[in-house]
């Protein structure tokens, strides 16, 4: 089983600032099937990235996802008021279970 | 557009079963699959399972085998997970998920259902 590595844990930022999300992988994510979501209290998660750097339909392009292997970074340049939320990585490409990190807080400084 | 509506929330005692349904909507159900993930209270997020809705075919995870079925209708297009032998550890949220193929467990979730709580207490 792939374990799936988040930090920070928590991270305290002001609307307008840039945002960077870590997710560091085990071992090497197969064909880089690695996706973020987002999700907020009490709601659903909202798929971000997948393939680690492709946009999920209409998302806004301050959202972006790079990495490959076993480092992933998901950016969020100009922090907007609805962006404060957990963010979770998944890998979905190696042999079951898919797993996810335990998640990034991004919260209101 | 895509929904997947869930059924309402569970309560259930210890040892007991849920079964838990997820209808879709907006899209053709058979060439799609459908994930299954739960959130414990203020807990992250965990894969349990898929099933294909072309075939009924499905990939369980370890941690669930043999306590979990998956099981599918295309005449309704819905999903059902029955989760057998309760603890107050399962008391979660569960979620379905579609999923971009009908043929591998490893592809994308896309669209996500509004989520069950079921509340496991004696």
């Known amino acids: 089983e792939i374990v799936l590595t988040q930090s920070p844990g928590t991270l305290s930022l002001s609307p307008g600032e840039r945002a960077t999300l870590s997710c560091r992988a085990s071992?090497?994510?197969?064909?880089?099937?690695l996706a973020w979501y987002q999700q907020k209290p009490g709601q659903t998660p909202r798929l971000l990235i997948y393939?680690?750097?492709s946009r999920a339909t209409g998302i806004p392009d301050r959202f972006s996802g790079s990495g490959s292997g076993t480092d992933f970074t998901l950016t969020i340049t100009g922090l907007e008021p609805e962006d404060f939320a957990v963010y979770y990585c998944?890998?979905?490409?190696?042999?079951?279970?898919?797993?996810f990190g335990q998640g990034t807080k991004v919260e209101i400084k | 557009q895509v929904q997947m509506v869930q059924s309402g929330a569970e309560v259930k005692k210890p040892g007991a079963s849920v079964k838990v349904s997820c209808k879709a909507s907006g899209y053709i159900f058979r060439t799609y699959g459908i994930s299954w993930v739960r959130q414990a209270p203020g807990q992250g997020l965990e894969w349990m399972g898929w099933i294909s809705g072309y075939n009924g075919n499905t990939n369980y995870a370890q941690k669930f085998q043999g306590r979990v079925t998956m099981t599918r209708d295309t005449s309704t297009s819905t999903a059902y997970m029955e989760l057998r032998s309760l603890g107050s550890d399962d008391t979660a949220v569960y979620y379905c998920?579609?999923?971009?193929?009908?043929?591998?467990?490893?592809?994308?979730?896309?669209?996500w259902g509004q989520g069950t709580l079921v509340t496991v207490s004696s």
């Open positions: 393939g680690a750097s």
């Open positions: 998944q890998q979905y490409g190696s042999s079951p279970p898919k797993t």
């Open positions: 998920a579609r999923v971009e193929s009908p043929y591998n467990w490893n592809s994308l979730e896309d669209y």
């Open positions: 071992q090497s994510v197969s064909s880089n099937y």
